[in-house]
Each structure stands twice: as C-alpha cells, then as structure tokens.
C-alpha cells in the first residue's frame, strides 16, 4: 500500500493543524499544481511534441519567447480563471494583468507567476521551471488594477515552484516552513517527498555568471574573489561554483544542499536594479528561502521588504546560505 501523503491530504491536514490554508487557497495550490503536471508533461515531450525553439515573437521584457513559454502561460491561465479562487493573474509573459473574465465568479487571491523560468535551457534539455507567488487582493478595491498588485513580498500567502527536470517536483511555503513533493506519474500526483527543509547557513558553493565579472559593483567582486582565493585567502576554504542559468534549479540545489546564488545589478545596463523580477521571481524564491532558515537580500535591503513601484520591476538578488547573504550585506553596507 502506497503510505505517501499526497499534495491534497497535506494541504488539508495543515489546515487542520496551522490554519493558515483556507479551502479556497488549497484550491488554487490544488489547480497550480495540476496546471504545473501539465506543463512537465509538454516539456517532456521535447521535440516529439514540436514545442521546442522560438515562437518569433518577444515579450515584455524584450526577450524572444520560447514556444513552451507559451504554452506554459496559456496552462497556467485556461487552468485558474475558472474555478472562482482568484480575482487576476499577472505574469512575465504579459505586459499587463489579466482579470478573471466576467462570466466567472471573482475570487480573493492575486496569483503571479513565471510560467517557464530559464527557458534558455528548453532546447538543450537542461532543468527548467515554474514560479508562482500568491497574493491577497486588497479589501477595498471593487475591480482589479496592477495597483492592487503592488505588495511587498511580506504580504505573499503561498509561494513556490515547479522544476521540471529529472523528477518533476513541487516545493511550497504558506509560511509555516517548506516542503517538496514529487510527481508519481504511475499515480498522476505530487505526493510529499521532504517537509521543513533546512538550508545550512555555511557553504563552499557559489552560483553567479562568472562571465559578467567586469561589471559587477566592488561589494560582489570582493565577496567572489574571496572565494576565489580558497584556503590561501580570508576564507580559509575552497569553493566550488555551479550557474545552470535556471534559477529554479539553481535554488533547488541551494534548498537541498547550500549555497549562495546572485544575480546582482551589472554596469551593463546601469539603469535596471539587475535581470530578475522582484515579483514573481526573487520574492516567491525569496519568501522560499527564508522559510527553509536562509536569507535573500538586494545587497543592502531584504527582497521581501521592497515595495514595487510596477509590475515587471527588476531587482538585484543574492539568496541562499544566511551567513554567506550575511557576508555579503555587509560587504554593501561597508563601501
Ligand atoms: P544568464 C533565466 O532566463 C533567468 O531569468 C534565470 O532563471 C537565470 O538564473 C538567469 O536568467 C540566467 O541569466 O544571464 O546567465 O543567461
């Protein structure tokens, strides 16, 4: 008899105990994650389904979509606007929200998401992942606007990914710590495979695009070159590095085992606050990572005590290991 706990019975049992999951939130956790089986199931197809390569047309970031990014998001759209449980959704592949359509019941929650983060990596078959962060929308407000979008990370009930790599796996926080769970295909369900994990607060890995090294601010030069220096250096330790270029697996691997991941603002194009988008990509990540004891921060401020100013803001991120972040804070605080 399979004794595993399946994503439903989890959800259901820490409303029982926490509280902090309401039906209509396990609802819309229970419709992301059956949207996020979907989407595994088309990436796994790869070139047998005809859904890799470009889809000639850019999005609102500027960068060419992927066609999986685009099924992604019509997943994650066609499966939540529906069920009653939301009230919009924005996402990195729309310029701006999309508002639960009339002929459907309006619900309290405000879901975010990247649809199919790290898509660099579709056509070479490397990891790749769903984002999704949830909000509550404002009590005031009658019809939605992106106004109502504008939280800081702080306010997020429920956030967490999907990778879609070897294992097609879930990991959610409601705020009561984090917790993994597989996708059994014999059973067609995500069933609980880890519960409060723990990021250690020491390392000796770092993920960051080395090739940027140029143009990074002195406080992320300093704290590379460190590591760098290994055992001859004020580290007193070796380091390794890892940069898969999917932040969901990066973060993945921190989750499991450590480390420090960065993206930090680059001289490159001086005026974004860095690549990544503070709304449904450093603060759900963020949110994750300090439910599992580690921390995320923009160099000098916490990611989820930043307020966004619009939708698709960008942000400086570097999260991970909290004696690393640590490090790293006061490296910016001290220039
Ligand atoms: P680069 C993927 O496009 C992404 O948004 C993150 O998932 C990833 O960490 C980063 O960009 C990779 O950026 O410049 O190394 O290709």
Not at 222 to 243: T, V
Not at 269 to 274: I, L, R
Request: glycine share 8%; with cysteine.
């Amino acid at each position: 008899m399979n004794n595993r706990i399946s994503l439903s019975r989890y959800l259901v049992e820490q409303q029982r105990s926490k509280g902090h999951i309401p039906a209509e939130l396990r609802l819309l956790l229970e419709v992301v994650a059956r949207a996020c089986k979907s989407i595994s199931h088309a990436v796994n197809k790869g070139a047998l389904g005809g859904v890799l390569g470009s889809a000639d047309r850019e999005n609102v970031q500027g960068e060419v979509q992927k066609k999986l990014d685009i099924i992604a998001n019509e997943v994650l759209i066609e499966a939540n606007e529906w069920g009653g449980h939301l009230a919009a959704m924005a996402s990195e592949e729309m310029d701006s929200i999309y508002l639960v359509p009339n002929r459907y019941p309006q619900g309290e929650y405000l879901l975010l998401f990247d649809p199919l983060d790290g898509s660099s990596n579709i056509d070479v078959n490397v990891s790749i992942g769903t984002i999704f962060s949830v909000l509550r929308k404002p009590e005031a407000s009658a019809s939605v606007t992106e106004q109502d979008f504008l939280q800081s990370g702080r306010h997020q009930v429920a956030a967490g990914y999907c990778i879609y790599g070897p294992q097609t796996t879930l990991v959610l926080t409601v705020g009561d710590g984090v917790a993994m769970f597989t996708l059994d295909r014999e059973q067609g369900s995500f069933v609980l495979t880890q519960e409060n994990i723990t990021i250690p607060a020491d390392t000796k890995e770092f993920a960051i695009n080395m090739s940027n090294m140029r143009h990074w601010a002195e406080p992320v030069r300093r704290y590379i070159d460190e590591c760098l220096q290994g055992k001859e250096g004020p580290r007193g330790k070796d380091f390794n590095m890892r940069w898969i270029a999917s932040m969901v697996a990066d973060v993945h691997r921190i989750l499991t085992r450590g480390g420090v991941f960065m993206y930090p603002w680059d001289k490159r194009e001086p005026h974004k606050a860095g690549k990544l988008r503070l709304m449904y990509e450093a603060s759900p990540m963020g949110w994750i990572v300090e439910q599992a004891g580690g921390a995320a921060i923009n160099g000098q401020e916490r990611i989820l005590d930043i307020t966004p100013q619009h939708l698709h803001q960008r942000v400086s991120v570097m999260l991970g290991s909290k004696n690393e972040v640590e490090r790293l804070r006061q490296f910016h605080a001290s220039i």
